[in-house]
C-alpha cells in the first residue's frame, strides 16, 4: 500500500495543531519539551487503562499520536497498579521536569486534550482511573475558563502557572549567579581574616599563633560556606 504525501502531510498537521494546543496550555515555546509532555501523558493514562479503554481513547488520537500512544505498550501487562506517587515520579523522569511540576503539567496537557477529544471521551477514560491518580491529571477546580469556556487557561494564566523552558532557564541561571556571590562573600571575608591574621601588631600573642589562629577561622568560614552551597 502506498501512502500519499497529501495523506502524510495531513496527518502531520493535525498532529501540529494538537501539540500546538498543549503549547498554549504549558505556556511553552519549546516543541521537544511539548512532545515529551504529551508523549508522557500519553503513556502514563494509557498504562492505567484496560485494553479496550486505551483502544477507545487511541482511536480518537491523530494517527502520528496513535503510534505514539501505542509505542512500548504492552497489552498483556495493563492496566498497572500504578499509584499517583509512582505515577508522578515516572512522569516527572520521562517528561524531564522536576517532580512538583508533573501535577501542573499533566493538568495543561489534560485541558488541551480535552478540547480535542470527543466531548465527554476524557471523563469516560478518567473515571477508570482512581480518584488520587485522577486528581493527578485534572485541571484544578478553580483553574480560570478559556475564553471557550472549557477548563484551562491560557496566555500569562498558564504561564505563571506552568513555567515555560526559557523561563526554567532564567531561574537556574539567577540560583547560579546567587550561589557565586554568596560564594565570593565567604571568601572575600576568609581573605581578609588571613589578612588581619598576618599583620604585624603589636600585641602579645606570637605571630605565628596568630596566623594559625586565623586560617583555622578562614577554614572554618570557607566551610560554612560550602555546607550552605
Known sequence: MTIRPHALAR??????????????????????????????????????????????????????????FYDGWSPSRVPTKADAEETAERFAHEAMIPLGEVHPVAAAVTAAMREQ????????????????????????????????????????????????????????????????ERHLQALTEAVRVLAVGMEEVPVDEPSTQRAARAARRAHQLLLAAGREL
Open 11 to 68: 496527518a502531520e498537521n493535525t498532529t501540529h495543531a494538537w501539540l500546538h494546543t498543549v503549547a498554549q496550555e504549558l505556556g511553552s515555546d519549546d516543541p521537544e519539551f511539548t512532545f515529551r509532555a504529551v508523549r508522557t501523558w500519553l503513556h502514563c493514562v494509557r498504562d492505567r487503562l484496560t485494553v479496550e479503554s486505551a483502544a477507545h481513547l487511541a482511536a480518537q488520537l491523530p494517527e502520528l499520536l496513535r503510534g505514539v
Open 117 to 180: 477529544f470527543s466531548p465527554g471521551q476524557l471523563d469516560t477514560t478518567f473515571a477508570n482511573l482512581p480518584v488520587r491518580l485522577r486528581a493527578l491529571f485534572e485541571p484544578d477546580p478553580d483553574r480560570a475558563p478559556s475564553g471557550d469556556g472549557r477548563t484551562g487557561g491560557r496566555g500569562e494564566q498558564t504561564a505563571e502557572r506552568v513555567p515555560s523552558q526559557r523561563n526554567r532557564a532564567e531561574a537556574a541561571v539567577n540560583e547560579r549567579l546567587a550561589d557565586f
